[in-house]
């Protein structure tokens, strides 16, 4: 269950993501709040952030092409910036399936 936080918590959360570079603090409260099942949770979530933990492992998941990716340490993070290619390669998979065939793209080492 996400916590609920009141104004005052939240101005505190932001404050505390801000001040650790965090440029979308707003953001990252919103989700570190909907992702943390308590409050003490939520406390560990944004001392791992502020202490320069990629949100996205913090959380446990990343948004991308619509998905939720699940990552863990150690993984890569896919990039917001990678769905272009993600799209490009799936535009030309369409043109080059003959027949109507499924076609196999790869990804190897893009990162």
């Known amino acids: 269950m996400p916590v609920s936080l009141q104004s ?4 505190a959360v932001v404050a505390e993501l801000r001040a650790a570079g965090c440029v979308f603090a707003e953001e990252e409260a919103d989700l570190l709040a ?4 308590s409050a003490a949770g939520l406390a560990e979530m944004v001392r791992r952030r502020a202490g320069g933990l990629p949100l996205e ?4 998941w990343a948004d991308f092409c619509g998905l939720r990716i699940v990552v863990q ?3 890569f993070v896919p990039r917001r910036r990678s769905e272009f290619v993600v799209g490009q390669a799936t535009a030309i998979g369409r043109l080059a399936a003959p027949g109507g065939e499924p076609l196999v793209v790869l990804d ?4």
């Not at 005052?8 to 101005?11: M, N, T, V, Y």
């Not at 909907?34 to 099942?37: E, F, M, N």
């Open 57 to 60: 492992q913090v959380l446990g």
């Open 108 to 111: 190897l080492c893009f990162g």
């Open 73 to 75: 340490p150690g993984v």
């Open 34 to 37: 909907g992702a943390a099942d």
């Open 8 to 11: 005052a918590e939240l101005a």
